[in-house]
């Protein structure tokens, strides 16, 4: 940020008048967005179908640019020449409703047929007068803007009103000048952009090399030299000659202990494992719903394996670190020797113990999966010594917390890219820099 200091500055500044804008230079303008824009209008909620020509909802906006996995489709048998939601090349659309979406935007920039639902609002330069392409770096700023003047007021909007939109005031440069920052703004904004992917990419790579550490120590050990044997399992391959495979039947069994008041309502996610402190309310997007009567809810001990049966095939399974209860979705797994639960979660979360999983879950589609404790206890699982067990899991840790530091460094640099990207964005379309 240190180099928007340093860029050159325009001679003279007034006031806006705006907020979000402050002084603009001396002969700049400002209108209205319909003074701007020919079309400004929401699309048509056409009727939906499996295929057809793409339809483009707030979903596909979410990135500030558009996402063609989320959009749905409109057949293209059904009578369209009256929708108003056909777009056109250079099109600017802007995500009118949406918890998380409202006011992010993308230009459409494909010549093939499509529309925009009645979420999404067309901005549409049709006389050469001014630049959607501008006009989305101006609201590629403004999400936490947009937003916070849409919760104000007694009636608290939670839309993007077209009569408020074409009222929008928008900084208008010289038009020689608009250019020059729009080419200005697609160079250094692709430099930033690159960089973010590059370091991504590095985070992607440190995960993989973690997954790698994890499903080496838990399948092969700690010792190189130690004499190996056919595990007899394919997804597991050769493990040390000492150690065993074993059915989950001999090794767990099902916990169905009624909750108690006081715990804490544990959760499992696909992420992080089992939780070990309840959700706050604010957090908990579900807490609205939660069962009052507690014993509803299962108990859970320290050291007992929970996995979500519906989410299981996903990687949801960990252990217990704290006493507390689980929802009766999620099935306990009690041990019946001593174990280090917590090597068995690095090995159930492993992607090769999760296609197992996926395997013997019970379903015709993925949403209807179901992983029960029949399935469960069938599945092989891999079983050191226990001075072994605890010796991963403490090697794991180890090499995790390590990674987990230059992720945490990565993504640092990335959020300061991002900021920096914002800020320059920002800087360029209200004059506060002179590009030109």
Not at 128 to 133: L, N
Not at 406 to 427: A, D, H
């Amino acid at each position: 940020m240190n180099a928007l200091v340093t860029m050159p500055k325009y001679e003279a500044y007034k006031d806006s008048g705006v907020e979000w804008i402050g002084k603009l230079p001396e002969h700049w303008e400002l209108k209205k967005i319909k003074y701007l824009f020919d079309f400004t209008e929401r699309g048509t909620a056409p009727s939906y179908s499996e295929e057809g020509i793409t339809v483009i909802n707030q979903s596909c906006l979410s990135s500030y640019s558009l996402n063609f996995k989320k959009a749905k489709f409109h057949d293209s048998r059904v009578d369209s020449s009256s929708f108003r939601g056909n777009l056109f090349k250079g099109d600017l659309l802007i995500a009118s409703t949406g918890l998380g979406v409202l006011g992010k935007c993308a230009v459409y920039s494909s010549d093939s047929k499509a529309f925009a639902d009645s979420h999404v609002t067309i901005l549409r330069d049709e006389k050469g007068r001014f630049s959607t392409c501008f006009t989305y770096y101006v609201f590629s700023t403004l999400y936490d803007f947009i937003n916070s003047k849409m919760s104000e007021g007694a009636t608290k909007q939670t839309e993007l009103q077209r009569d408020d939109l074409r009222a929008f005031l928008m900084p208008v440069p010289p038009r020689i000048e608009l250019k020059k920052i729009i080419d200005f703004l697609k160079s250094k904004t692709a430099q930033i952009d690159q960089a973010i992917v590059i370091k991504e990419k590095q985070i992607a790579l440190l995960k993989e090399r973690r997954q790698i550490i994890i499903q080496k120590a838990v399948t092969q050990g700690l010792d190189p030299n130690v004499p190996m044997k056919d595990s007899g399992v394919d997804w597991i391959g050769k493990i040390p000659e000492h150690w065993e495979v074993r059915t989950n039947r001999f090794l767990f069994k099902e916990r169905n202990e009624s909750g108690k008041e006081g715990l804490p309502l544990l959760s499992v996610s696909i992420h992080t494992g089992v939780s070990s402190e309840e959700l706050s309310e604010e957090n908990n997007i579900r807490g609205r719903v939660k069962i009052e009567d507690k014993s509803k809810y299962n108990f859970v001990r320290r050291g007992d394996i929970v996995f979500n049966m519906m989410r299981a095939w996903q990687g949801a399974i960990g252990a217990v670190t704290v006493e507390g209860m689980v929802s009766p979705a999620y099935i306990i797994a009690e041990p019946t020797n001593q174990i280090d639960s917590t090597y068995f979660e690095y090995m159930y979360r492993s992607p090769g113990f999760i296609h197992q999983m996926d395997k013997f879950s019970k379903g015709i589609t993925d949403f209807r999966k179901r992983l029960y404790w029949d399935e469960f206890k069938q599945l092989y699982t891999i079983c050191p010594p226990i001075k072994e067990q605890i010796a991963i899991t403490c090697f794991i840790r180890d090499k995790s917390n390590k990674i987990d530091v230059l992720i945490e460094l990565q993504n640092k640099q990335i959020q300061k890219l991002k900021e920096y990207k914002t800020t320059l964005i920002n800087s360029a379309v209200t004059g506060k820099i002179k590009v030109a």
